[in-house]
């Protein structure tokens, strides 16, 4: 069993693995005064509507979602073109990119290509599907989707 399921063992595990709320109300503020250039983009699973996470593109990782077919994004904390699964092999095929009306967010439109979407593990040691995997239950907890 992977232990960090077991509740926060550091601050990593607590915001990933853990049941303490730790929103990061500023990640937009960060963003701006870091000078990235880039538009929110909501992934979802084409076949069951699934929010499977939101990230970041910007203009390179837009044409290179394109002209891949798989979903190309920008990381904002390691500032540097982020191709989702290229190492861990779940991929994101791309159905279609769809624009908001202001054309300030995308929606990409993808099937998974590997078990799942996260870059964290379930209790299995499975990547979960999506990144969505907890339950906000007051202001301050959260409690594990079953």
Request: net charge negative.
């Amino acid at each position: 069993m992977n232990t960090s399921m077991l509740g926060p063992m550091s601050d990593a595990d607590g915001l990933e693995e853990g049941t303490a709320q730790q929103l990061d109300f500023d990640k937009l503020g960060t963003i701006g005064r870091s000078g990235h250039r880039v538009v929110p983009v909501v992934l979802q699973e084409a076949d069951s509507g699934e929010v499977l996470f939101v990230g970041y593109a910007n203009e390179e990782a837009f044409r290179m979602t394109l002209e891949l077919g798989s979903a190309v994004l920008y990381s904002t904390s390691r500032e540097e073109i982020w191709h989702k699964g290229a190492t861990s092999g779940d991929t994101l095929s791309l159905v279609d990119v769809r624009v908001n009306c202001e054309q300030n967010s995308l929606l990409y439109r993808v099937h998974r290509d590997g078990g799942g979407a996260c870059h964290t593990l379930d209790r299995d040691d499975a990547t979960r599907e999506s990144c969505y995997y907890r339950i906000a239950t007051s202001p301050n907890d959260l409690a594990f989707v079953n």
